[in-house]
């Protein structure tokens, strides 16, 4: 009777069990959802609503649909900004991580004084950005920077890194990747260790080259660091602005400027904030679709184990 009774109630108990880990799963996860819902969410979509509109002259914004897309296709300066953002993920995307893996194999190897290159590789990255422009400022400044000092005791002529059209992309993506190689170092120092040593013991007895193990088995059991890397160094590429403000300021006649800092410039400087969200809708579609391709073809090539 007891038995029958206590089996009936099992159901119910368990049910009851199940609701209470639910409500308290859910409740653990309320404040991160409330903060991800009001500062990621909540602003993407009220960014794409406002892109649909135009400031008022003298009254509220008037909706006008995709004229705002329009403009900026036919904006010269935004395609101008857009090629600059692409050579320089280009420059700094592929040379931070190869730099990265090189240092990262190296530091991970039983040599002397290896904790010192740690921490000089890894420095870098926990400067602020304003100092690290400052920094660069003093090696970039014609006549007295460091490297115009250096060329004249060689007997060559100063030259104006940051004022040149030809040079100053450059000079920002020296930086940067500057600062980004140690903080990638870290993530691939951190999957080198995750290797098991077994599996290069065993390539030693096969008689295989260090070269031949780094490129058939460290590289591929790399891969999920990699995309993870390309993808945070790819969006890093496209968020650069503190650095622009302090060293050019989007000059000489935009040649540095970058998406992002062409995106504060035309909201904070010429208060266009529906443009400024226009663009701002295309920078996050950009990304999103990169992102969204790697995860997609890449994922398929990576082994996670």
Not at 55 to 64: D, H, N, T
Not at 123 to 142: D, E, Q
Not at 163 to 189: H, R
């Amino acid at each position: 009777m007891v038995a029958a009774v206590m089996s009936a109630a099992a159901p119910g108990t368990a049910r009851r069990r199940t609701w209470l880990t639910n409500v308290n799963a859910w409740l653990l996860l309320l404040p991160a959802l409330v903060l991800l819902a009001a500062f990621t969410h909540y602003p993407i979509l009220a960014t794409l609503y406002h892109s649909f509109f135009s400031l008022g002259r003298s009254g509220p914004a008037e909706f006008v649909g995709l004229d705002n897309y329009t403009y900026m296709l036919e904006d010269d300066v935004f395609w101008q900004v857009l090629r600059n953002n692409l050579f320089f993920a280009l420059a700094t995307v592929p040379t931070s991580i190869a730099l990265a893996l090189l240092m990262a194999v190296w530091v991970d190897r039983k040599i002397a004084g290896r904790t010192f290159l740690r921490l000089a590789f890894f420095t870098p990255t926990v400067l602020p950005m304003i100092a690290v422009a400052n920094i660069w400022l003093f090696f970039y400044t014609p006549d007295y920077g460091l490297l115009d000092q250096f060329l004249k005791s060689l007997g060559f002529s100063g030259h104006n890194w940051l004022g040149d059209p030809s040079t100053v992309m450059n000079c920002i993506a020296v930086m940067v990747v500057w600062k980004e190689a140690g903080f990638f170092m870290i993530f691939y120092l951190a999957a080198l260790q995750t290797i098991p040593p077994e599996l290069k013991e065993a390539a030693m007895v096969e008689g295989a080259s260090r070269w031949y193990f780094f490129r058939r088995v460290t590289l591929p059991l790399l891969m999920p660091t990699t995309l993870f890397i390309s993808i945070n160094a790819l969006i890093n590429s496209f968020k650069l602005v503190d650095q622009l403000v302090i060293m050019t300021k989007g000059g000489p006649n935009n040649a540095s400027s970058l998406l992002l800092y062409y995106i504060y410039e035309v909201a904070f400087t010429f208060w266009d904030t529906t443009y400024a969200a226009t663009l701002t809708v295309t920078l996050i579609t950009i990304l999103a679709a990169v992102a969204l391709t790697k995860f997609v073809y890449l994922d398929r090539r990576i082994h996670y184990q």
